[in-house]
């Protein structure tokens, strides 16, 4: 079974610019999630799509952040202007969609902002 | 979600068993025990939860106490390849990350 899909790997930009990452779920997860992981803390939270429909967005900071998920499948994570401290793992998770579930974490997408 | 503490880090032999200490004293009824793992440069690893009774898979034992106040995870014979970050996590609806702890296993 294929895992959780993610790219680029890694990206540098300058602060100001902007930049997107792509993530693929496992077949079949409704829930999907975008967690945010600066270097040396565990990752945090982003955002969290049940189907197509945002369930918590509670910690993206909607200044700057935007994510979706068209269609119930893929979704993409944008950051327009990036700063500085977006310096970070950024890692995409899918499960079943029971609140309970098991989450299957992506490899990440490496940011750094210069 | 209830807040759990973990030693920031340890060491242990491989071929030993590991045993992962972790608090959280301020969990409620209804949020599971969860233990995930993050070897270096990939993303978290799912490992066992649990809500009162001790479990057991292939992986690890998760040992819960009567009171639900703290928990340790096993590793009955750890490799060079339990070298990791692994973090304990009392869930209610989300899936929260705290610091977790590393460890180090050496041959």
């Known amino acids: 079974e294929a895992g959780v899909a993610q790219s680029p790997r890694y990206k540098i930009i300058e602060k100001r610019q902007s930049v997107a990452f792509w993530c693929n779920p496992i077949s079949g997860h409704a829930t999907l999630y975008w967690y945010q992981q600066i270097l040396g803390q565990g990752p945090k939270l982003l955002i969290q799509?049940?189907?197509?429909?945002?369930?918590?967005d509670s910690q993206l900071p909607k200044d700057r952040f935007s994510a979706e998920r068209l269609k119930g499948v893929d979704s993409t994570l944008k950051i327009q202007p990036a700063k500085l401290e977006d310096s970070a793992v950024y890692l995409c998770a899918s499960s079943l969609g029971s609140v309970l579930g098991e989450l299957f974490f992506g490899e990440g997408s490496r940011l750094t902002v210069l | 979600d209830a807040k759990t503490t973990q030693p920031p880090s340890m060491d242990c032999a491989e071929g030993r068993a590991a045993n992962l200490p972790c608090n959280h004293s301020?969990?409620?009824?209804?949020?599971?025990v969860y233990w995930y793992r993050q070897i270096h440069s990939q993303g978290p690893q799912y490992i066992i939860h649990g809500l009162k009774n001790n479990e057991t898979n292939e992986m690890a034992s998760l040992i819960i106490t009567e009171d639900r106040k703290s928990s340790t995870l096993i590793l009955p014979h750890a490799t060079l390849r339990d070298t990791a970050v692994y973090y304990c996590?009392?869930?209610?609806?989300?899936?929260?990350f705290g610091g977790g702890t590393r460890v180090l296993v050496k041959p």
């Open positions: 799509f049940q189907n197509n429909g945002v369930v918590d």
């Open positions: 996590i009392a869930r209610g609806s989300k899936l929260t």
């Open positions: 301020t969990i409620s009824g209804n949020e599971y």
